[in-house]
């Protein structure tokens, strides 16, 4: 999760003398929430932040979204699945571009250290500044996918931010089994574009996806190292029964 980096403070010492100009003394101030940034993003985080979201027991944050978009005048979708689409029309001038979706899910991992009391069905996360990072206290801090949440809530938010038509799609338990994803129906949505909000390395775009699938994998093979570079044959059998031997290089 990005951030600026600590701000400093400059104190000024007592004179030497007073023909010598005081002398910096730099301290580190401390980072707040305040300081995070892009700061639209992080208002909404720390919002989701106190609503409880366990997979499959996404109830509180369907109904947050559905109030987000009364509060902003934005059509919004729920499927019978959970799913909630909010769609925002396009800048004047910009309707003949095509309509771009944002998807996220707004479930998330819930674990906790032992000697935490906390319940995921009823208790906020409680975050903090730890250096340079937001953390939660004692439990999973669900910026996957609550990132993306806040992203694209933060985009519907700003209304000085030029953009064809769009739609944020907000899918239900995909941390036990990509359900929303799967029961997603034709016709719920009508862009042209989709952008998933779910990675975990920034400042990178993945162009496409295999998709998803249960395996249990076992190295059974040599390795060696080549004019290409090293090389590794594997064998990987899946809980279908099904063998598949792939090679990667590196």
């Not at 005081?22 to 929430?33: A, C, L, R």
């Not at 707004?106 to 009823?122: A, G, P, S, Y």
């Amino acid at each position: 999760m990005s951030s600026d980096k600590s701000s400093k403070l400059t104190i000024f010492s007592n004179k030497r003398n007073q023909n010598e100009p005081p002398i910096p003394i730099i301290k580190e101030k401390s980072m707040e929430k305040k300081d995070l940034k892009p700061a639209g993003v992080f208002k909404y985080f720390e919002e989701i932040c106190q609503v409880p979201r366990p997979s499959k027991k996404e109830e509180k944050i369907i109904a947050y979204l559905k109030a987000f978009g009364a509060k902003h005048n934005l059509e919004t979708n729920v499927d019978e699945a959970g799913n909630v689409l909010i769609k925002k029309p396009a800048t004047p001038g910009k309707e003949n571009f095509q309509t771009v979706i944002l998807q996220s899910h707004i479930d998330m991992v819930c674990e906790k250290n032992n000697d935490v009391q906390h319940d995921f069905l009823t208790d906020p996360i409680e975050t903090e500044i730890d250096g340079e990072w937001l953390k939660a206290k004692g439990t999973t801090l669900g910026a996957d996918n609550g990132i993306g949440v806040a992203t694209e809530l933060a985009i519907l938010a700003d209304d000085s931010i030029e953009h064809g038509p769009l739609e944020c799609l907000f899918t239900v338990d995909e941390e036990t089994g990509l359900t929303g994803a799967f029961e997603l129906k034709e016709g719920f949505m009508s862009g042209d574009i989709l952008l998933n909000l779910d990675s975990e390395d920034e400042g990178e775009i993945f162009i496409g996806c295999a998709g998803g699938i249960d395996s249990v994998g076992k190295v059974r093979g040599c390795r060696h190292a080549g004019s290409s570079g090293a090389r590794r044959i594997f064998l990987l059998q899946s809980r279908s029964k099904r063998t598949e031997r792939r090679t990667l290089r590196w």
